[in-house]
C-alpha cells in the first residue's frame, strides 16, 4: 500500500485573479478562501513596486494553482502556501514531507532560487531544480556560456549593460533584444528583432528603462522553432513529443517569435490561434539531434524532475538552444495552448498523471516513498 505524504503546494498567483478577494477584503492587503487544508490567498502580498503589463506573466492562474492542488490530492495530503514575505514561517510550521514548487518570486535575477533556498535551509525535501540551477538558467548569458563550454549550440550573444557598449557589441544584425533575466516571455515583444542599427539601439534602451536590467543582444537565427519537454532525472529521463511554434499563424507583418503578444495577447481561449503542431513534423533525424541536444543540455546544467527547452534553427538547418526553463508553465486548459501540458498530452498523459509524474520523481529521487 502506498504512503500518503503531506505535500506543501507553494505558488505565486497573479494578481488579476484577486480583484474579487480584494474587494471582499475591503483593501490591498487580498481576500482568502477556504481550500482543503489552507487558505488560499487570493491576492500578492509582495510588495512590487511599480508593475509593467507584463510584471506578473511568470506567476499562475488560480485555475493553474487549483489543478495542481487537485492532481496531487489523488494520491496525497495537500497544504497551499504563497510564496510571499510570510513563506518562511509557514513552511517552519507546517514542515511538508515534500513540497511541490511552483513559485517563480518577484525581484531579482535569483527570485526563482529563492523558496528552494528556503528549502533547503529548512531541510524540506522539494520538486525540481535546486537554486543554483534556477538562479543559473534564469541568467540568460550564464547558461549560453555553460552550454558552450559544453559544445551545445547556442546562438551568438552579447551582455548590453549601457548604450555606450553598444559600439563594442559583437554581434551582428539583424539581433533580437531580450531582457536578461526574465521568462514567460517578459520583455521580448515583435519589436525585439532589430534589424538597423538605430531599431538596435531602441530596443536596447526599452529593455534598460524599462526592466532596469542589463540587455541580451543574441543573433537572430531566422530557422523553425521548437519547444521541448521533459520529466524526469538521469537514467529515467522521459522527453515528450516534440512541439513547433507555427509563426505562420501570428498576424501579418510580425516578427516570426513567440514574443510576449504571441504568447499571452494574439492567443486567447476565447479566440485561439493555431500556433503549436504537436507532435511536430520533422525529420526523425532531426528529431534525434534535437532530443539529444535537450537531453544533454538537461545534464550539464543539473536540471531536476522537469523542464521545458526552446530550440531554434539555424539558416543551414542546426538547431540551437534557445531557452532553458527548470520551472515551466501548466495551464491546464488545452484552449491556452500551454507548451508542457500539450507535449504531457500528445505523450499519453492527462494533466493529473503528468503533475504527479514530476512530483514522483522527486519522491524518488529523495528516497521517500514509490507511488507504483
Known amino acids: 500500500m502506498q504512503k500518503q505524504l503531506h505535500v506543501a503546494l507553494v505558488y505565486n498567483i497573479r494578481p488579476e485573479d484577486s480583484n474579487a478577494g480584494e474587494k471582499e477584503m475591503g483593501g490591498s492587503e487580498g481576500g482568502r478562501r477556504e481550500s482543503g487544508d489552507a487558505d488560499v490567498l487570493v491576492a500578492p502580498r509582495l510588495k512590487s513596486g511599480k508593475t509593467k503589463s507584463d510584471t506578473y506573466a511568470e506567476w499562475d492562474t488560480e485555475e493553474t494553482i487549483l489543478a495542481v492542488e487537485t492532481a496531487i490530492k489523488l494520491y496525497h495530503r495537500v497544504t497551499l502556501i ?80 549601457g548604450l555606450k557598449d553598444l559600439s563594442t557589441r559583437q554581434v551582428p544584425l539583424p539581433a533580437i533584444v531580450k531582457p536578461l533575466h526574465e521568462g514567460s516571455s517578459k520583455g521580448i515583444f515583435s519589436a525585439s528583432v532589430v534589424r538597423t542599427p538605430k531599431e538596435l539601439q531602441a530596443q536596447v534602451a526599452e529593455v534598460l528603462n524599462n526592466y532596469s536590467e542589463p540587455a541580451l543582444v543574441e543573433q537572430f537565427l531566422e530557422g523553425r522553432e521548437f519547444t521541448v519537454a521533459m520529466v524526469g532525472n538521469r537514467g529515467n529521463l522521459q522527453v515528450f513529443p516534440v512541439v513547433e511554434i507555427k509563426f505562420d499563424s501570428l498576424p501579418k507583418g ?15 481561449a476565447e479566440h485561439p490561434i493555431d500556433v503549436h503542431e504537436c507532435p511536430a513534423a520533422i525529420e526523425k533525424s532531426l528529431e534525434k539531434e534535437i532530443r539529444e541536444m535537450c537531453e544533454k543540455s538537461f545534464e550539464v546544467l543539473r536540471c531536476r524532475d522537469w523542464c521545458r527547452m526552446d530550440v531554434r534553427l539555424d539558416s543551414s538547418g542546426r538547431p540551437h538552444i534557445l ?10 486548459n488545452p484552449k491556452e495552448h500551454s507548451c508542457f501540458p500539450l507535449a504531457a498530452r500528445a505523450a499519453g498523459y492527462d494533466y493529473n498523471r503528468m503533475i504527479n509524474s514530476v512530483l514522483e520523481s522527486a519522491i524518488q529521487r529523495y528516497g521517500l516513498v514509490s507511488l507504483t
Open 82 to 161: 504563497e510564496a510571499d514575505e510570510e513563506a518562511y514561517q509557514k513552511l517552519l510550521a507546517v514542515r511538508p514531507d515534500i513540497v511541490f514548487n511552483i513559485a517563480e518570486g518577484l525581484k531579482g535575477p535569483s527570485r526563482e532560487a529563492q523558496i528552494p533556498a528556503i528549502l533547503e535551509f529548512l531541510d524540506i525535501p522539494y520538486t525540481g531544480s535546486d537554486p543554483v540551477t534556477l538562479g543559473i538558467c534564469l541568467d540568460k548569458s550564464r547558461t549560453k556560456e555553460i552550454l558552450s563550454y559544453h559544445g551545445i549550440a547556442n546562438p551568438a550573444f552579447s551582455v548590453v549593460e
Open 254 to 268: 510580425v516578427s516570426p517569435i513567440y514574443s510576449y503578444e504571441a504568447k499571452w495577447i494574439w492567443d486567447q
Open 323 to 332: 531557452e532553458v526553463n527548470p520551472l515551466p508553465g501548466i495551464l491546464p
